[in-house]
């Protein structure tokens, strides 16, 4: 088959889908199943959709530049790439792809590495990110989340709202409840994107000043339809956290006015399934006709882990309350392992940056750490500065107290010089470590820079606590 054919194949492919996802849309329409605002906004989704993946194929490339390896195709099933080279005429809505790109303003880049016989380094840390491409989201998935889970968590904010502006401005809880009760009615008896229309109708005319602050309060919601975002979506594999955010804070400079959402799950300890990444979604639509691109931003070590629940992920999504609260917390305490084996790798790094850390400090002669000038970069979502200042604090005092202390040093170190050796690690590691959970966590501490991983682990979770 001539590369010309191909192209004209993959094209024609893509438009026949096309056409089968819009009709199935239509039909869901006029089954009531989706009202006619969601109808437009999957219609734009799952229109063009070779035009679309172009869009995507741009914002990875202005990105990250041209890949540093061949491009192949992915495997959901095993989350691997297939062997198989893949074309640039070859790639197409209907089948994830996988590839390999650089990350040229990584803050870490080349800081972490072994000698090995021969005087080989081995680096530690890549500046190497994979880019797996996902496939246009199935229609059918995508119905089942605007009119399931979306469409519930709508309802529910919805009745929240009216419930809490009509109790603050009657002062009638049963009102407030009775017209709460009614909105959930309604919006199960037809699906309802429009929810100022409808509960406008519900509370009637008189209550202007009420309608008046709903109505503004219910626009801020989002609708059903405006949740799905993953009908496009990118996943980029990092080593290491500071790697994913020098990343975003880059899309988000290159694109400040593409950006929809930014969420950064690293730090966040309070899901109850122990997940932890972060997500830019980008309009690569126009002002007028929204398109989003999900970009997933995740640690290779925890992706991993991530991989291994996703059988017991489909069960949990298809079991009954009970069974699936058992799921829930098999899954939050495999993910708790992730979060635990990503901050080994962390220790291990600060092992190995120690000493040469301390050298730094030497060679620089008072001046700034010129060797590792922006390393690690400190990203503007940060613990709050008055919480670094603290745990400052409390380093400078644990070395003025000689709790802490670099081994083995060349010559005598001052008190100043010490103090600089472990200030650059506490920005370290929190600029890099992932807060834990609980206090259920073991690194090794027979060494200083074991002994003040833990230290500093333990100062970030008293923030959390509070």
Same mark, same amino acid.
Do not use: W
């Given at each position: 088959?001539?590369?010309?054919?191909?192209?004209?194949?993959?094209?024609?492919?893509?438009?026949?889908?096309?056409?089968?996802?819009?009709?199935?849309?239509?039909?869901?329409?006029? !089954?009531?199943?989706?009202?006619?605002?969601?109808?437009?906004?999957?219609?734009?989704?799952?229109?063009?959709?070779?035009?679309?993946?172009?869009?995507?194929?741009? *914002?990875?490339?202005? #990105?990250?530049?041209?890949?540093?390896?061949?491009?192949m195709e992915y495997d959901y099933t095993t989350n691997a790439a297939i062997e198989k080279n893949i074309t640039m005429y070859s790639i197409n809505p209907l089948k994830p792809y996988i590839v390999n790109h650089r990350l040229d303003a990584d803050p870490m880049r080349n800081q972490f590495f072994t #000698?090995?016989?021969?005087? !080989? =380094?081995?680096?530690?840390?890549?500046? =190497?990110?994979?880019?797996?491409?996902?496939?246009?989201?199935s229609l059918s998935r995508a119905l089942d989340k605007v009119t399931g889970k979306y469409y519930t968590s709508y309802t529910q904010e919805v009745a929240d709202i009216a419930y809490s502006i009509i109790l603050s401005e009657t002062d009638k809880a049963s009102s407030a409840k009775a017209i709460s009760d009614k909105i959930k009615e309604n919006f199960s008896k037809s699906f309802v994107t429009d929810a100022s229309e409808c509960i406008l109708g519900i509370i009637g005319s008189g209550h202007q000043k009420i309608s008046a602050e709903l109505v503004r309060a219910l626009d801020k919601i989002k609708t059903p339809y405006e949740r799905l975002t993953d009908v496009w979506r990118v996943k980029c594999l990092f080593d290491l956290v500071p790697q994913a955010r020098t990343f975003m804070e880059r899309v988000c400079n290159m694109w400040p006015d593409k950006v929809i959402e930014v969420k950064d799950k690293f730090f966040d300890i309070t899901n109850p399934r122990g997940y932890r990444d972060a997500k830019i979604i980008?309009?690569?639509?126009?002002?007028?006709?929204?398109?989003?691109?999900?970009?997933? *931003?995740?640690?290779?070590?925890?992706?991993?882990?991530? *991989?291994?629940?996703?059988?017991?992920?489909?069960?949990?999504?298809?079991?009954?309350?009970?069974?699936?609260a058992c799921m829930e917390e098999k899954l939050a305490k495999f993910m708790r392992q992730g979060v635990n084996e990503y901050n080994l790798k962390i220790q291990k790094c600060t092992e190995d940056l120690f000493d040469? =850390?301390?050298w730094n400090i030497l060679y620089s002669n008072g001046d700034d750490d010129l060797l590792f000038d922006g390393f690690p970069k400190i990203g503007t979502i940060y613990y709050p500065q008055t919480v670094v200042d603290k745990i400052s604090e409390k380093v400078i005092s644990s070395v003025e107290n000689e709790v802490f202390f670099v081994p083995d040093a060349p010559i005598k170190l001052t008190k100043d010089? !010490?103090?600089?050796i472990f200030l650059w690690m506490t920005r370290f590691l929190l600029v890099t470590a992932m807060p834990y959970s609980d206090v259920e966590w073991s690194v090794p501490t027979d060494t200083i820079?074991?002994?003040?991983?833990?230290?500093?682990?333990?100062?970030? !979770?008293?923030?959390?606590?509070?």
């Open positions: 088959m001539s590369e010309q054919t191909a192209v004209e194949d993959v094209f024609l492919l893509t438009e026949l889908h096309d056409k089968d996802n819009l009709k199935k849309i239509e039909e869901n329409y006029q !089954q009531g199943r989706i009202d006619k605002a969601t109808r437009v906004y999957l219609d734009r989704l799952y229109t063009n959709s070779m035009n679309t993946l172009k869009e995507v194929f741009l *914002c990875i490339g202005k #990105s990250f530049g041209a890949p540093k390896a061949a491009v #000698s090995t016989q021969g005087h !080989q =380094i081995d680096l530690a840390v890549s500046s =190497i990110v994979t880019v797996i491409v996902g496939a246009q989201k980008l309009n690569i639509g126009s002002a007028e006709k929204v398109i989003p691109l999900e970009i997933i *931003c995740q640690v290779r070590t925890f992706f991993e882990f991530e *991989c291994q629940t996703h059988t017991a992920y489909e069960k949990t999504r298809r079991a009954k309350n009970a069974e699936s040469r =850390i301390g010089q !010490q103090i600089r820079p074991g002994k003040f991983f833990h230290f500093i682990m333990n100062e970030v !979770q008293r923030y959390y606590k509070k």
